[in-house]
């Protein structure tokens, strides 16, 4: 490993004295309130079920728009329980490939 280090310093060479000729800080946007991220869902938030087209698929479920906002009234508790879940690290995902 110290004979490959040596290699690449001899190829490649050392600065002695790098100068940064520009502010690190300055290609980061600072972004307001992403403590917002930390936060665990609300009932609220999952409501974007009624903005949703009817004739699209939104998961791999095949399960469209329609079908959600025809349904929500009896699933909301059980989706808002899942993403709570998930929040909180408590769902344990498992996938099993069909075939």
């Known amino acids: ?8 310093n001899k190829r490649f060479g050392t600065s ?11 290609l980061v946007n600072s972004v307001e ?6 936060v665990p ?6 409501e974007v079920v009624k903005s949703l087209a009817n004739d699209n698929t939104p998961g791999l479920d095949g399960s469209n728009g329609y079908f959600l906002k025809q349904c929500w009234g009896t699933i909301k508790e059980d989706v808002f329980k899942l ?14 490939p069909r075939g």
């Open 1 to 8: 490993m110290i004979r490959l280090w040596q290699e690449f």
């Open 16 to 26: 002695q004295k790098p100068q940064c000729t520009f502010d690190p800080a300055s």
């Open 83 to 96: 993403c709570d879940d998930f929040f909180h690290k408590q769902l344990l995902y498992h996938f099993s």
């Open 33 to 38: 309130e992403l403590n917002q991220l930390t």
């Open 41 to 46: 869902f609300t009932t609220k938030e999952l």
